[in-house]
């Protein structure tokens, strides 16, 4: 049966929450989104409309290099790339399998700012992270889990900032969508395990899974695989009561997705092109940290910008439905978008998918 075929309930059933999204929007622009396969994958779309026919996969263009992905999803590699054209990204610490997690390095960094965030240098979704680190046992440790789970055994240290997270969400060059992503928080009584909380988290009938698919914003909590060794690099378990006055951030997961599109300003959305333009990333999440109030004001230039609100990171694999499905806010229309700049439709920009940094003309001494 075709995908043009299929009732809602079966689609529903095939097809993930992006490609079905994908496949309502090319449908409103008078495209067509089919399986490329006989075989089920989530993977591969093939877009038609106007006389042209291309493959996607997820919410990746059929323009974007392998090259341009990789660059972006090495974190240390693409911030110094960033940093390079004066776009505000903290400073950080790479710690490789061979460096100690007890060592002088990672104690001079924890003493200079405080508290750190430890993170995989490659990978997104918030996988491996371990945020408001205070202490050295707790940063060897989750050190230790980031290069476990690393493509190249890799942690990568850097400041923690308070505030909100924020995602800007570039298509085509242009940024379109703006939105405030608010993570879920554990917050210790005494009494109550973490897997408890959460499973009162999933309570929320916004979250949906592969078992039950729909189109809400949010994904069910899976506690195992989100928060057992987070916990467990904070000397906790996910069945003990957590410790009264903790609170522990699901750096993966979501409590709200609120629009933010006509609220964050303008400047902000200029840096969010400029750094998916550096690093060939034509559609692109561009996720940044700090108070909200930073970014309703245009961003301050200078070497300490980034205490203020910084560029964490790049994603090549951008989570669109965070603007078509807030949970507050009106949806925007960037899966519309994103199929008429795949197909080239009337009024989409053209492809653009170089690497802006492969123009830089300065070497790079290695030491």
């Known amino acids: 049966m075709s995908a043009e075929h299929e009732d809602e309930g079966a689609r529903a059933r095939r097809w993930s929450r992006t490609n079905l999204l994908i496949m309502q929007a090319a449908a409103r622009l008078g ?4 399986p490329l396969s006989q075989a089920r994958t989530d993977f591969f779309l093939r877009l038609r409309g106007e006389g042209r026919s291309v493959i996607i996969s997820k919410t990746r263009s059929p323009f974007l290099t392998q090259v341009a992905q990789t660059l972006s999803n090495n974190k240390k590699v693409s911030r110094e790339l960033l940093a390079a054209i004066g776009l505000p990204v903290p400073p950080d610490l790479l710690l490789d399998e061979g460096d100690d997690p007890r060592g002088a390095a990672a104690q001079g960094f924890l003493r200079r700012f405080g508290a750190v965030v430890v993170k995989p240098n490659w990978g997104n979704r918030g996988v491996g992270v371990t945020p408001g680190i205070r202490e050295m046992e707790g940063l060897a ?13 890799e942690a990568l240290l ?29 917050r210790g009584d005494g009494v109550t395990s973490a897997a408890a909380a959460i499973a009162a988290l999933n309570e929320d009938p916004r979250r949906g899974s592969w078992a ?10 899976e506690a195992e695989e989100a928060m057992a060794a987070h916990l467990e690099a904070l000397g906790l378990d996910l069945e003990e009561p957590l410790p009264a006055g903790a609170s522990i951030e699901i750096t993966s997961e979501e409590a709200e997705v609120i629009d933010r599109s006509d609220a964050i300003d303008r400047a902000w ?48 694999l951008p989570a669109l439905h965070y603007h078509a499905l807030p949970t507050v806010g009106a949806p925007r229309p960037v899966f519309e978008a994103f199929v008429a700049y795949c197909l080239s439709l009337p009024g989409a920009p053209g492809p653009c998918a170089a690497i802006g940094a492969a123009d830089d003309q300065r070497a790079v001494n290695s030491g």
Do not use: Y
């Open 31 to 34: 495209a067509k989104a089919e």
């Open 141 to 153: 440790r989750a050190i230790s889990r980031a290069q476990a789970i690393d493509r190249d055994e």
């Open 158 to 186: 850097e400041p923690h900032l308070e505030g909100t997270n924020v995602r800007l969400t570039v298509i085509g060059g242009r940024c379109v969508a703006a939105a405030e992503i608010v993570r879920p928080l554990l």
């Open 212 to 221: 039950a698919p729909a189109l809400v914003a949010m994904d069910v909590i």
């Open 269 to 316: 959305f200029e840096v969010a092109e400029a750094a998916c333009a550096r690093l060939g990333v034509d559609v692109g999440g561009v996720d940044l940290r700090g108070p909200l109030a930073s970014f309703v004001r245009a961003p301050r230039g200078g070497a300490e910008a980034w205490r203020e609100a910084a560029i964490l990171e790049v994603n090549a």
